[in-house]
Nanobody, 118 residues
């Protein structure tokens, strides 16, 4: 059974930092592209950042220079370090694990709430 379990969300003030974690089980973690997405109320889910099995990263323009995605294959965990958070980044953040060919595997976590408010 595949599980992606996010943690690390919470309430922070604008300008503060959070580190999200996503622990995966039931998959051959190292061969998956891992990603973080977010969805604010009334909005579509959007890409935040991805990291391939080879370590290549990709970021949404809005988070470049502030967010860092990383992975630890020994721990089957992907991280998202978020710095200088903005109020507009309040959302549920979701972890995704996907193979190059999606039909081979495309899984989502349950999400973790991040609230940026003063």
């Amino acid at each position: 059974q595949v599980q992606l379990v996010e943690s690390g969300g919470g309430l922070v003030q604008p300008g503060e930092s959070l580190r999200l974690s996503c622990a995966a089980s039931g998959i051959h973690f190292s061969i998956y592209t891992m990603g973080w997405y977010r969805q604010a109320p009334g909005n579509q889910r959007e890409l935040v950042a991805t990291i391939t099995s080879g370590g290549t990263t990709n970021y949404a323009d809005s988070v470049k220079g502030r967010f860092t995605i990383s992975r630890d294959n020994a721990k089957n965990t992907v991280y998202l370090q978020m710095n200088s958070l903005k109020p507009g980044e309040t959302a549920v953040y979701y972890c995704n694990a996907v193979r190059t060919q999606k039909w081979l595997g495309d899984y989502w976590g349950q999400g973790t709430q991040v609230t940026v408010s003063s």
